[in-house]
């Protein structure tokens, strides 16, 4: 009877035990998947020690704010500093803090963020972006770590983040650029890079980097605009590094004309206020409400573009060859065909019917724009496949049977044979946005 008791009472223990672990599980999983919750809010307004600031790069005077040892750390300005660093007029134009109660906020956002709507109005941060020619290396970035507390903390494998921050072109800007970027980051540094003159690009992490979803060129110099996206966390991911992660080659630019009422000096360079960066979990992209506003068509903002061109066949031809001849064009993030594309599926439609031992392959490509972007448009992940099903499809509407096509997605790893030297990105991304044909032997 005793030995029956002393079981029973370890199995009440026990039970306690696996309760309060599983107690403790839930509510440090409470949240995700399931509705949203904050996971990051930095204002640019809590400094480690007071704080005047008087110089550029003394964004480490900021708490919880870290580095990258490549990049060249950005700036900070504050209502409590005078002159070149503080708020209204300063070095690089005119602006003030974005306060919580001016922000268009969801509800849901107000109780995320900001339930009193007190929050900012004290300072935000300044990078630059873009500087061209011998200057280019001349980049600076911010790089803010997650934490709860003083407790640091890392995202989780295969949660999706809502992730936005507020953006406004200084006056002293000569130039207005894309590439307003977003890269998280499994490290940073604790300390400033010993030799500025060392610093440059950070390069981009493919599948770690984002871009608000147009990736538009920012030109507003008065007032805020938001930078939003979707990312899906690789897992580990401890920072969240905000920058131009390209190489000028692969930024656009646009020259800017100076304000009538600015009193500040242009200088040869994209200047951007940041402000307000914010993170939170998300079951998907409708609870991102920045997003959802902002991704009406993501194809036709992007590029509009469709290359074309016609075959050149002769008599001296096999049919093998002919076939290999015909390629279909695609529009950014589509996989509906053109007329001259139909035109080329019946032409092999034709020549199928007509030898029944012909079994082709359909290869389909995309371009690496929409591979970058498709951690945050679902719509946009793999675009090769996408285009060659759907040529598959069309092929089995008219008859050919399925044994006789085999779909291979190439991706963005191949590109295009039809390429010059001279053409700029978007030929080139147009170019690539294919499904070619060929006879399997």
Same mark, same amino acid.
């Given at each position: 009877?005793?030995?029956?008791? @002393?079981?029973?009472?370890?199995? &009440? ?22 509705? +949203?919750?904050? /996971?990051?809010?930095? +204002? ?34 504050? $209502? ?6 503080? &708020? ?10 974005? @306060? ?5 906020? @969801? ?49 989780? $494998?295969?949660? $999706? ?26 490290? %940073? *540094? ?26 538009? &060129? ?19 991911? +401890? ?7 390209? @190489?000028?080659?692969?930024? =656009? ?6 304000? =009538? ?9 994209? %200047?951007?206020?940041? *402000? ?30 469709? /290359? *074309?061109?016609?075959? &050149?066949?002769?008599?001296?031809? +096999? ?14 993030? $589509? ?9 080329? /599926?019946? /032409? ?94």
């Amino acid at each position: 009877m005793k030995f029956s008791s @002393t079981l029973f009472k370890l199995s &009440i223990v026990l039970s306690l035990i696996i309760l309060q672990g599983f107690s403790l599980n839930a509510q440090q999983r409470k949240g995700k998947g399931d509705k +949203t919750k904050a /996971f990051l809010n930095f +204002t640019f307004e809590v400094f480690k020690d007071e704080a005047t600031i008087s110089e550029p790069m003394q964004i480490s005077l900021l708490k919880d704010v870290k580095f990258h040892p490549k990049g060249i750390p950005a700036d900070i300005f504050n $209502k409590n500093s005078e002159g070149d660093f503080g &708020i209204g007029q300063n070095l690089y134009g005119k602006e003030d803090p974005i @306060t919580a109660s001016f922000e268009r906020l @969801t509800e849901g956002d107000k109780n995320l963020f900001d339930k009193d709507l007190a929050g900012g109005g004290d300072g935000f941060a300044g990078i630059v972006v873009y500087k061209p020619g011998k200057l280019a290396k001349e980049r600076s970035y911010i790089t803010i770590p997650f934490k709860t507390g003083k407790d640091n903390i890392t995202m989780t $494998k295969g949660m $999706k983040y809502c992730v936005e921050f507020s953006i406004s072109l200084a006056e002293s800007s000569k130039y207005a650029s894309n590439n307003i970027q977003m890269l998280f980051d499994t490290q %940073y *540094d604790d300390e400033a890079p010993d030799n500025i003159d060392d610093c440059g690009l950070i390069t981009r992490q493919v599948g770690r980097t984002l871009s608000n979803y147009k990736n538009k &060129i920012y030109s507003g110099f008065y007032g805020w605009e938001k930078v939003c996206a979707m990312y899906e966390a690789k897992g580990g991911e +401890t920072c969240i590094i905000i920058g131009n992660f390209e @190489t000028n080659d692969e930024t =656009k630019v646009e020259v800017q004309k100076k304000p =009538k009422d600015s009193e500040t000096e242009v200088l040869p360079h994209a %200047y951007y206020f940041i *402000d307000n960066v914010r993170i939170k979990e998300v079951a998907n992209k409708e609870e991102c409400n920045c997003y959802a506003s902002d991704t009406v068509n993501i194809a036709d903002s992007y590029s509009t573009l469709i /290359f *074309d061109k016609t075959p &050149i066949l002769n008599d001296k031809m +096999t049919i093998d060859q002919k076939i290999q001849a015909q390629v279909a064009y695609f529009g950014f993030g $589509k996989k509906s065909y053109t007329p001259s594309g139909k035109e080329a /599926f019946n /032409f092999i439609i034709a020549a199928m019917k007509k030898d029944p031992k012909i079994r082709i392959n359909i290869i389909g490509h995309n371009d690496e724009k929409e591979d970058e972007l498709s951690d945050q448009n679902p719509e946009l992940v793999n675009m090769a496949r996408q285009r060659a099903d759907a040529i598959k499809s069309y092929f089995e509407r008219e008859g050919i049977s399925e044994d006789r096509l085999v779909v291979v997605p190439n991706g963005a790893k191949v590109n295009s044979i039809e390429i010059q030297s001279d053409d700029d990105n978007e030929v080139r991304d147009a170019k690539n946005r294919r499904v070619m044909f060929e006879v399997i032997k």
